[in-house]
């Protein structure tokens, strides 16, 4: 089971909250992000002039690129350099005993963006904050490469604030260099691998930019914004059937690079809009407290499997029994409400899987059960192993009804296809709809391919709706 940051150096929650620590797990990757936009306004010492810092790296493009005559001169060669931005050693929101780095910029990422920010400048737009928004219209480039884009720039601020936070709290320490500074760093006792810590405020859990859908959360719910790119679009981006379909990365770059106007009011809105931090109290997307929440339910539920050694030929049936108990305490134990904020929106499809995964692994610690999850947790199956070493694993991959399970399910197919005889895996779907037209046709693929001698993952239904108390029905 994970650790979080608190539980590994031994102190109290209340002690990062205190020097506004974000408080992370070990091994276990997270979904926050360095937003170069909370820079601007957070009251940390050692970050008081981060954003400037931001500012003025990108400020030195954009005069590279004003003076570029074409693409391979000497001055487009400069900016390239600039947007290259490598992997950081100890540096990363997905804290590990072994070292996590991030995602990094490469030569090839970085000459596409150094390109877009040309015809950008071309176009007449020279403000560097259009750095923050480059993942709306710009392929491979998403909220975790401008997280780890700012903090490479942003670098020395915080190893200079973690040295005076492990100061503070008595933290263990080891040496460790960043661009010839040396630093005093927080280290997991017997690693003696440096940990940099990241300031809650200036962490948020949404992308800066990631796409059109992502328009009116930059803009402050900009209607008229919005409105107008939707007449330039007008029917060019209809489906068959006369829907207009999601817009793409590379259109709407077309569209804002050919619109320079549209482009240029929306910097303005967003310099103009105030950059929202996360709350941490609250959690509302649920990447912390699914934990607690886990272990509450583990504590209250207890589950016996009823065997002395788990082996080959009965592992499916344990983890079946597994299950059926997180159905039973989604069902019938209130777990459910745990899926939908406190707006009663649904969190996201991963806050669900670790959920389960905490749970799951409550009761596995006593039956020779190993859980394993990748450290990038959220884009594969929760993976149950026999520890003994038996061949003998089971996959649980889990969905909800309102994303496409169709689609999930038959890209595990051919992994399962794929798996050894005594593999299996299971595709546990918990039901956020009140529709179920998609999960009754995919419990008929699913029939159709054993009818075929087809091997097919098991698909297990669980209701994850929230129903009214007895006391309120009428």
Same mark, same amino acid.
């Given at each position: 089971?994970?650790?979080?940051?608190?539980? *590994?150096?031994?102190?109290? %929650?209340?002690?990062?909250?205190? %020097?506004?620590?974000?408080?992370?797990?070990?091994?276990?990757?997270?979904?926050?992000?360095?937003?170069?936009?909370?820079? $601007?306004?957070?009251?940390?010492?050692?970050?008081e002039n981060s954003?400037?810092?931001?500012?003025?790296?990108?400020?030195?493009?954009?005069?590279?690129?004003?003076?570029?005559?074409?693409?391979?001169?000497?001055?487009?060669?400069?900016?390239?350099?600039?947007? #290259?931005?490598?992997?950081?050693?100890?540096?990363?929101?997905?804290?590990?005993?072994?070292?996590?780095?991030?995602?990094?910029?490469?030569?090839?990422? =970085?000459?596409?963006?150094?390109?877009? =920010?040309?015809?950008?400048?071309?176009?007449?737009?020279?403000?560097?904050?259009? &750095?923050?928004?480059?993942?709306?219209?710009?392929?491979?480039?998403?909220?975790?490469? #401008? @997280?780890?884009?700012?903090?490479?720039?942003?670098?020395?601020?915080?190893?200079?604030?973690?040295?005076?936070?492990?100061?503070?709290?008595?933290?263990?320490?080891?040496? =460790?260099?960043?661009?010839?500074?040396?630093?005093?760093?927080?280290?997991?006792?017997?690693?003696?691998?440096?940990?940099?810590? #990241?300031?809650?405020?200036?962490?948020?859990?949404?992308?800066?930019?990631?796409?059109?859908?992502?328009?009116?959360?930059?803009?402050?719910?900009?209607?008229?914004?919005?409105?107008?790119?939707?007449?330039?679009?007008?029917? @060019?981006?209809?489906?068959?059937?006369?829907?207009r379909r999601k817009?793409?990365?590379?259109?709407?770059?077309?569209?804002?690079?050919?619109?320079?106007?549209?482009?240029?009011?929306?910097? %303005?809105?967003?310099?103009?809009?105030?950059?929202?931090?996360?709350?941490?109290?609250?959690?509302?997307?649920?990447?912390? #407290?699914?934990?607690?929440?886990?272990?509450?339910?583990?504590?209250?539920?207890?589950?016996?499997?009823?065997?002395?050694?788990?082996?080959?030929?009965? *592992?499916?049936?344990?983890?079946?029994?597994?299950?059926?108990? &997180?159905?039973?305490?989604?069902? =019938?134990?209130?777990?459910?409400?745990?899926?939908?904020?406190?707006?009663?929106?649904?969190?996201?499809?991963? &806050?669900?899987?670790?959920?389960?995964?905490?749970?799951?692994?409550?009761?596995?610690?006593?039956?020779?059960?190993?859980?394993? $999850?990748?450290?990038?947790?959220?884009?594969?199956?929760?993976d149950f192993k026999?520890?003994?070493?038996?061949?003998?694993?089971?996959?649980?991959?889990?969905?909800?009804?309102?994303?496409?399970? $169709?689609?999930?399910?038959?890209?595990?197919?051919?992994?399962?296809?794929?798996?050894?005889?005594?593999?299996?895996?299971?595709?546990?779907?918990?039901?956020?709809?009140?529709?179920?037209?998609?999960? %009754?046709?995919? *419990?008929?693929?699913?029939?159709?391919?054993?009818?075929?001698?087809?091997?097919?993952?098991?698909? &297990?239904?669980?209701?994850?709706?929230?129903?009214? @108390?007895? @006391?309120?029905?009428?």
């Amino acid at each position: 089971m994970p650790r979080r940051i608190s539980e *590994i150096f031994g102190v109290t %929650e209340e002690d990062l909250r205190r %020097e506004g620590v974000f408080n992370g797990f070990i091994d276990l990757d997270s979904k926050f992000y360095v937003d170069p936009h909370l820079l $601007r306004s957070t009251k940390i010492p050692e970050l008081e002039n981060s954003y400037l810092s931001f500012k003025t790296h990108f400020t030195k493009i954009i005069h590279l690129l004003e003076a570029t005559k074409h693409s391979g001169d000497s001055f487009f060669r400069a900016a390239h350099k600039k947007l #290259i931005f490598p992997e950081l050693p100890f540096v990363s929101l997905g804290y590990s005993t072994e070292g996590i780095s991030g995602s990094g910029i490469g030569s090839g990422i =970085a000459l596409n963006l150094t390109n877009t =920010a040309w015809e950008i400048i071309q176009a007449g737009i020279t403000d560097p904050v259009i &750095f923050e928004l480059v993942g709306l219209i710009e392929e491979n480039i998403g909220a975790d490469r #401008i @997280s780890d884009m700012t903090i490479h720039i942003i670098l020395l601020d915080l190893p200079t604030y973690s040295e005076r936070v492990a100061k503070n709290l008595s933290l263990n320490t080891c040496q =460790a260099k960043a661009r010839g500074k040396e630093f005093l760093l927080p280290a997991i006792a017997g690693s003696n691998r440096p940990t940099v810590l #990241i300031p809650c405020e200036i962490l948020n859990d949404l992308p800066v930019a990631n796409g059109w859908d992502d328009i009116d959360r930059v803009c402050a719910h900009n209607e008229d914004l919005r409105n107008r790119v939707n007449e330039i679009i007008g029917d @060019s981006w209809k489906d068959a059937s006369g829907k207009r379909r999601k817009i793409t990365k590379c259109e709407l770059k077309y569209i804002l690079l050919h619109h320079p106007e549209l482009l240029k009011d929306l910097v %303005e809105q967003y310099k103009k809009n105030s950059a929202e931090k996360y709350d941490f109290d609250k959690d509302p997307s649920g990447q912390l #407290i699914w934990l607690d929440i886990a272990r509450e339910y583990a504590n209250l539920y207890p589950l016996l499997l009823g065997v002395d050694k788990v082996t080959p030929e009965n *592992i499916l049936q344990l983890i079946l029994k597994i299950c059926d108990h &997180f159905k039973v305490l989604v069902e =019938a134990n209130g777990l459910s409400v745990h899926f939908w904020d406190e707006s009663k929106n649904l969190r996201n499809e991963r &806050f669900a899987q670790l959920l389960f995964f905490g749970i799951a692994d409550a009761y596995c610690g006593a039956h020779n059960l190993d859980l394993n $999850r990748e450290p990038n947790a959220g884009r594969g199956p929760v993976d149950f192993k026999i520890s003994s070493g038996y061949n003998a694993r089971v996959n649980v991959e889990i969905k909800y009804t309102s994303n496409n399970i $169709r689609a999930g399910y038959e890209k595990q197919l051919p992994i399962y296809d794929a798996a050894e005889r005594t593999q299996y895996s299971i595709f546990l779907i918990i039901r956020t709809t009140e529709s179920i037209k998609a999960l %009754e046709e995919l *419990i008929k693929f699913r029939k159709d391919q054993v009818a075929a001698g087809k091997r097919a993952p098991e698909i &297990f239904v669980v209701d994850g709706r929230v129903f009214p @108390s007895a @006391s309120k029905m009428k």
